[in-house]
């Protein structure tokens, strides 16, 4: 469509990406439709408009449509997509009736993406550095040379630490934190004018994600762009967003500033949605009264587990020690690295400590050295319940043949099993034809369920849940988490539950144990240690938590993001991966309060006060003591 | 995409992967259907050549060289047999060692690679070990220096070329196994306590078969081959059965006259290995479209 007006590119030259009117919107959508082929179309009747300067949020459970839009607007989807809109521009330029020169010219130009996925977004061949280098010179019309300084203010301003050093590098050298960083400035090379970020923080760490947030905000308001930021965490976006859109089933269903949306929905799915997000604030609501000192009966002591990987030393998990007691929901957190899946392997016995003793306390069960039957029968006392629904069913056996297994393995009754199988499949509120129906038929959530049913039938005593929630919507996994707690209390189970989400955490357990580079950093129960965290990683881990609140957002965020440092130092020493373990604390390189007997002598777990073990020199609010 | 993490809770739809797996399948489909119809024309050939024409294959029936005509349908060899008997009844010898020859490395095989893969550590290194190596050599090689010691019946032929094929098989499904391994529901199944032997029948066969079809028919494609080579080489089964790499071999020195000699049993040879491996194709595109 050569020859209209609009379908002009702003000049690839533009000094500072303000490109025409700067009161104008950089992207303007109006009434976009897309469609595949016969059926309703995935995304009916959006409008959406952003302006430079602005962050404009995004929410919608999986299928909501809401990166179909993100696509549309780069003109980036499938070809079998029918795409019809009154309106869709970025910077005047129209999407729909560009050719691909324009589009081409366009993407880097005027607009740019961030993805979920850092490492896919960058060459892993490449240096960093070239890579942006690359993108500056063909979009800003720099010459090679100059275009060496650009990437080293651009990587400065992400907030990447010696910059210099880290454009040398590749993809893979670098942290999750560092690599989404350098993902941005990919983005903003081409000194775009609006930034796509499609859940750009979903695949990292909680304390990562605050700083990336932070760097969201810092970009909109140093280099003056619109952000269009996509995303299914209603707390990422209440820390960000000036507007927000809500959209399900392909449509914008709430549409409004962040705290009139948020504070105040006005259509009945966004308060459900609200109302499905874990707070951390917010304990399980059942009365204090539960029975939280029961017994110890499953007693973890000083179990170590490393492994070996290309030549190198990982120490998984080191001497950890905790009881879990009867009847109780023991959480478990820490970022990825921190041994929790590792330390839940051993609990199910699919791993063997390399030191160290596993005991349930029944005589005769003890879990090291045990022979085959018994390990068996003890095995089936502790069962598993993993993060992906999917994977967690054959998918070529009927639902009722697998949930039965557990109990085929302890010679029940063909019929006593077929009972008891409708009765689980009841229980965890699936229709009564599910078991003679195969795991495809079934959606997330439901697979879950089965993977619940399937746990719970043979009567176990503990039940480990990995991650059990985080692959689900965020309403889904408030029916699951509802779905466990009453589970739990009608075959009166006992729990470890497993998350590095602590709202989740918060949300379903009695007591609480935080995990840090293969340690036990902090064990108390659930009220206390979320009221008056003790450890410095817990406290940075629950400051980091994006509340749903959006009046919990830092005042004036600072004029410079904060340098990645914590992302940078994670990579190298608090992953677990500790080459040569260093003798001190394995959080004082990023601790507040660290002092010089944190690097050189390591804190060991101490009982604080009764039921409260934190393993830290100087803990926060325990001075007196 | 930005949904990797989250899964809608709508029950899936029933029609929705069916309806876009239906074109690969239908071609994988065609690609079988055409296969086992190759073969079973080759094999009903080879069987219902008695009825069709009055002579046995290692009588001498008339005059050698006759040329095509309508007595000897493709003329007679060298010693006056027909030509046309012979590379049907040859059909027998070729197809039935290929088909045993494969079924056995599948049966081996798959033990060796379920078993490797399935409980991995010093079992897998003993057994991986062994597999490689066999792979080391080239397989004619050492089917060539086997039929040397022991005869050439067709029971060893049937042996020797199994057991050069099993590597591959062991390979194949021990890889598979190790991605296996680590899913969900073979942990669940572990953590249950179910025993070794029922987690890789009952989890690991099912979603391993339709891989091991695969392998099934792309092995009978190279043990058709590797036999005809070997006869070929007069190390397969021995004169007078006839078998088609023999029959390429004694006919090389008439192809000049007789080119259709050669080019006979060679055809069928051709047939016979793209019928398996149209096999193979189908099944590994199904599979695709299926897992």
């Keep these: 469509m050569k020859g209209r007006p609009v379908a002009d590119t702003a000049d690839p030259a533009a000094p500072d990406g303000a490109d025409g009117d700067p009161s104008g919107p950089v992207l303007a959508i109006r009434n976009l439709t897309i469609g595949y082929g016969t059926g309703a179309p995935s995304v009916r009747g959006v409008d959406l408009s952003v302006r430079s300067g602005e962050i404009v949020g995004l929410i919608g459970e999986s299928g909501s449509g809401k990166s179909s839009v993100a696509l549309g607007c780069l003109g980036l989807l499938p070809k079998a997509a029918e795409v019809t809109a009154d309106e869709l521009t970025?910077?005047?330029?129209?999407?729909?009736?560009?050719?691909?020169?324009?589009?081409?010219?366009?993407?880097?130009d005027s607009v740019a993406m961030v993805f979920q996925d850092a490492m896919g977004a960058l060459d892993p061949s490449m240096r960093i550095g070239n890579q942006i280098a690359e993108v500056v010179t063909r979009h800003r019309g720099v010459k090679r040379a100059e275009a060496r300084a650009v990437v080293r203010e651009l990587l400065d301003k992400v907030g990447v630490p010696e910059p210099d050093r880290r454009a040398r590098q590749y993809p893979h050298q670098l942290s999750g934190g560092l690599r989404q960083r350098a993902a941005v400035a990919l983005a903003?090379?081409?000194?775009?004018?609006?930034?796509?970020?499609?859940?750009?923080?979903?695949?990292?760490?909680?304390?990562?994600?605050?700083?990336?947030?932070?760097?969201?905000?810092?970009?909109?308001d140093e280099f003056g762009v619109g952000i269009v930021l996509i995303s299914h965490d209603i707390g990422v976006i209440a820390q960000t967003a000036d507007r927000v859109a809500v959209m399900l089933d392909g449509e914008i269903v709430e549409h409004g500033g962040v705290e009139e949306v948020l504070l105040e929905p006005k259509t009945e799915y966004t308060r459900m949605l609200l109302r499905s997000v874990p707070h951390l604030d917010r304990p399980r609501d059942e009365p204090e009264s539960r029975p939280v000192a029961g017994k110890p009966l499953y007693v973890v002591d000083d179990v170590s587990r490393t492994y070996r990987s290309r030549g190198r030393l990982i120490h998984a998990v080191?001497?950890?020690?905790?009881?879990?007691?009867?009847?109780?929901?023991?959480?478990?957190?820490?970022?990825?690295?921190?041994?929790?899946?590792t330390l839940a392997k051993m609990l199910v016995h699919l791993e063997r400590p390399d030191s160290g003793r596993l005991t349930m306390s029944e005589p005769g069960h003890r879990a090291g050295g045990s022979g085959g039957g018994r390990a068996g029968r003890l095995r089936r006392r502790v069962q598993m319940v993993f993060q992906h629904p999917a994977g967690s069913l054959n998918p070529r056996l009927r639902v009722g043949t697998s949930v039965r297994e557990p109990l085929a393995a302890s010679d029940t009754g063909a019929k006593a099993a077929a009972e008891r199988v409708r009765e689980v499949l009841r229980e965890v509120g699936l229709p009564e034809d599910s078991a003679a129906r195969l795991p495809d038929e079934f959606s997330g959530g439901q697979k879950q369920r089965i993977a619940i049913a399937r746990a719970i039938v043979g009567d176990p005593r503990v039940v480990v849940l990995d991650e059990p929630t985080s692959a689900l919507d965020v309403s889904v996994q408030a029916q699951v988490l509802d779905l466990l707690s009453k589970i739990q209390r009608a075959e009166n189970l006992t729990y470890v539950f497993i998350s590095h989400d602590l709202a989740v955490v918060r949300a379903i357990s009695d007591r609480v144990a935080v995990?840090?580079?293969?340690?036990?950093?902090?064990?108390?129960?659930?009220?206390s240690l979320f009221e008056a965290p003790a450890h410095w990683y817990t406290r940075e881990l629950l400051a980091a938590m994006p509340s749903p609140d959006p009046r919990d957002r830092p005042e004036r965020p600072e004029r410079r993001p904060r340098a990645g440092q914590a992302e940078s130092g994670q990579a190298e020493s608090g992953q677990g991966e500790e080459a040569a373990a260093p003798a001190g604390c394995a959080f004082a390189s990023r601790c507040p309060a660290a002092e010089d007997n944190c690097r050189t002598v390591r804190p060991e777990p101490v009982e604080l006060e009764p039921g409260r073990v934190v393993a830290c020199h100087h803990p926060a609010g325990m001075e007196g003591r | 995409m930005s949904d990797i993490v989250t899964v809608e809770d709508v029950p899936a739809s029933k029609d929705g992967p069916a309806k876009r797996s239906l074109r690969p399948v239908l071609r994988s489909r065609t690609g079988i259907i055409v296969g086992v119809l190759i073969l079973l024309a080759l094999v009903g050939m080879s069987y219902l050549v008695g009825v069709l024409r009055p002579y046995s294959p290692t009588e001498v029936a008339g005059d050698p060289f006759t040329g095509l005509d309508g007595t000897h349908w493709m003329g007679t060899d060298d010693l006056g047999r027909d030509y046309f008997v012979r590379?049907?009844?040859?059909?027998?010898?070729?197809?039935?060692?290929?088909?045993?020859?494969?079924?056995?490395s599948l049966v081996v095989g798959s033990m060796i690679g379920l078993a490797a893969g399935l409980q991995g550590g010093r079992l897998d290194a003993l057994l991986m070990a062994g597999v490689d190596l066999l792979l080391s050599f080239p397989s004619i090689l050492l089917a060539l220096a086997a039929i040397t010691v022991f005869s050439p019946t067709r029971k060893t032929l049937v042996i020797v070329l199994a057991v050069v094929s099993i590597p591959q098989f062991a390979r194949v499904v021990r890889a598979r196994c190790l991605e296996l391994r680590e899913r969900e529901f073979i942990l669940s199944a572990r953590i249950s306590g179910v025993r070794a032997p029922v987690i890789a029948v009952k989890h690991l066969l099912p979603n391993v078969f339709p891989l091991m079809m695969v392998q099934l028919a792309n092995t009978a494609a190279i043990v058709i081959l590797l036999e005809s080579s070997l006869s070929y080489l007069g190390l397969g089964v021995q004169p007078p059965t006839p078998s088609w790499g023999r029959m390429i071999f004694e006919s090389q020195n008439y192809m000049a006259d007789s080119p259709w000699l050669p080019l006979g049993p060679a055809g069928a040879l051709l047939l016979s290995s793209i019928g398996w491996s149209l096999i193979g194709e189908g099944f590994s595109v199904s599979r695709r479209s299926v897992v």
């Design chain 1, 90 to 108: 970025i910077c005047g330029t129209d999407v729909l009736a560009a050719d691909e020169r324009t589009l081409t010219r366009m993407r880097g």
């Design chain 1, 515 to 527: 995990m840090y580079a293969g340690r036990l950093v902090e064990l108390a129960d659930a009220a």
């Design chain 1, 318 to 341: 080191q001497g950890v020690s905790l009881d879990v007691r009867e009847g109780e929901v023991l959480g478990v957190v820490g970022e990825s690295g921190s041994g929790k899946s």
């Design chain 1, 188 to 220: 903003l090379a081409g000194d775009p004018a609006l930034l796509l970020a499609d859940e750009p923080t979903t695949a990292l760490d909680v304390t990562v994600q605050a700083g990336i947030l932070e760097l969201f905000r810092t970009v909109r």
């Design chain 2, 87 to 104: 590379l049907c009844i040859a059909g027998r010898t070729s197809l039935s060692i290929a088909v045993f020859a494969a079924l056995l």
